[in-house]
T-cell receptor, first 112, second 115 residues
Framework: EDKVVQSPLSLVVHEGDTVTLNCSYE??????LLWYKQEKKAPTFLFML????IEKKSGRLSSILDKKELFSILNITATQTGDSAIYLC????????????FGKGTRLSVIA | SAVISQKPSRDICQRGTSLTIQCQVD?????MFWYRQQPGQSLTLIAT?????????ESGFVIDKFPISRPNLTFSTLTVSNMSPEDSSIYLC????????????FGSGTQLSVL
């Protein structure tokens, strides 16, 4: 059974700190790994990673995938209170029709 | 990215009643899905909404409890039937576009509370 494990489950940091969120996975016939930010109800897409070692970057957020060790990290530098959210990691496989398998998420709280 | 409109945004319902959630996508998509997110939990796939035919349900979810329609490429409904407090959850419509495309876009979600 495909599985996604995120750590830590929750994290509290001060504004300006840098955080690293972790995602490890087990999936049959891996296709891609995705990161989402969930502030209220709807997750919003951040990154899709398919190749090892290639960093994806968007502003203060960046992510990288290691397909050998089966994990990904999401980095947020110079955190702001607006970064407070649940960050979800999901993996897609080429097997079957299930689109994505989600981890439980990391709840990040950034305090001023 | 596809824009997905979902309604209602939230509802409070009595035990034993049913609620239908609507999902409208602004452009033609290949796949539409319904997820549930119970408090403190991650997203769990309920079913894949198939155009013009019965939805494909995941283990633990059945059509009698969660009937789904998808009459065309851009619209789908999910009904939560004979509700109980255990059905209190966020329900999310999602869609993806293109063959093999796995990036999902999400609707704004429906926060359901069952008393």
């Amino acid at each position: 059974e495909d599985k996604v494990v995120q750590s830590p489950l929750s994290l509290v940091v001060h504004e300006g700190d840098t955080v690293t969120l972790n995602c490890s996975y087990e999936v049959t016939n891996f296709r891609s790994l995705l990161w989402y930010k969930q502030e209220k109800k709807a997750p919003t897409f951040l990154f899709m990673l398919t190749s090892s070692g290639i960093e994806k970057k968007s502003g203060r957020l960046s992510s990288i995938l290691d397909k050998k060790e089966l994990f990904s990290i999401l980095n947020i530098t110079a955190t702001q209170t607006g970064d407070s959210a649940i960050y979800l990691c999901a993996v897609a496989s080429n097997s079957g029709n299930t689109p994505l398998v989600f981890g439980k998420g990391t709840r990040l709280s950034v305090i001023a | 990215s596809a824009v997905i409109s979902q309604k209602p945004s939230r509802d409070i319902c009595q035990r034993g009643t049913s609620l239908t959630i609507q999902c409208q996508v602004d452009s033609q998509v290949t796949m539409m899905f319904w997820y549930r997110q119970q408090p403190g939990q991650s997203l769990t796939l309920i079913a894949t909404a198939n155009q013009g035919s019965e939805a494909t349900y995941e283990s633990g979810f059945v059509i009698d409890k969660f009937p789904i329609s998808r009459p065309n490429l851009t619209f789908s409904t999910l009904t939560v039937s004979n509700m109980s407090p255990e059905d209190s959850s966020i329900y999310l419509c999602s869609a993806s576009r293109g063959q093999g495309t796995k990036e999902l876009f999400f609707g704004s979600g429906t926060q359901l509370s069952v008393l």
